[in-house]
């Protein structure tokens, strides 16, 4: 049987903001788009308020792709939605070789040590915001970096001989 590999995906400023208000610090269409692309036909794991976020703004969740939920508190039946009490339990249900990591900070945390891969769209500026990325180590190394018209993208893999210094991210695009 082939290992489950743990996938992140975020958006952040240079100060490492990931949300504010229970939505996104930004409007960001493209990067929404690169998101949709990376991501149509995957799994997806998230956090309830992650998911609660994605419901009201788009009134369903995302289509074309599975919602782990990790959360106490099940919400109502959605199609292809399934409400989780424990990482453990989701890493069982995914059933697919890789597992996206969507937010929010807790779950990026809970998921730091067992993430494989990092995909990171760096959005210029410095926003306003109330949830900031958790520290997910230092064993990174970026792999490729892409850059669109209004944002960068960079993919990470784990390599635990790597230090990434995170305040260098960006320090030249922004």
């Known amino acids: ?12 400023d240079r100060n490492r903001l990931i949300g504010r208000d229970n939505d996104l610090p930004w409007d960001c269409p493209e990067e929404l788009q690169a998101f949709k692309q990376l991501t149509i036909g995957q799994t997806l794991l998230m956090g309830r308020q992650t998911f609660e976020s994605i419901v009201k703004r788009r ?53 730091a040590r067992l993430l494989d891969t990092l995909y990171l769209s760096l959005i210029p500026g410095e926003h306003t915001g109330d949830t900031y990325l958790p520290d997910l180590g230092y064993c990174w190394n970026i792999v490729a970096e892409e850059g669109f018209k209004t944002f960068v993208r960079y993919k990470f893999q784990r390599d635990e001989q790597a230090h990434f210094d995170w305040s260098q991210l960006g320090a030249q695009k922004t």
């Open 1 to 12: 049987m082939e290992m489950l590999k743990l996938t992140a995906v975020v958006a952040t």
């Open 59 to 111: 009134k369903a969740p995302l289509v074309e792709r599975r919602h782990l939920v990790l959360t106490h508190r099940p919400g109502p039946p959605w199609p292809d939605v399934q409400y989780l009490p424990s990482l453990e339990e989701a890493l069982v249900c995914a059933r697919q070789k890789t597992l996206f990591v969507i937010g929010g900070a807790s779950v990026y945390a809970q998921c």
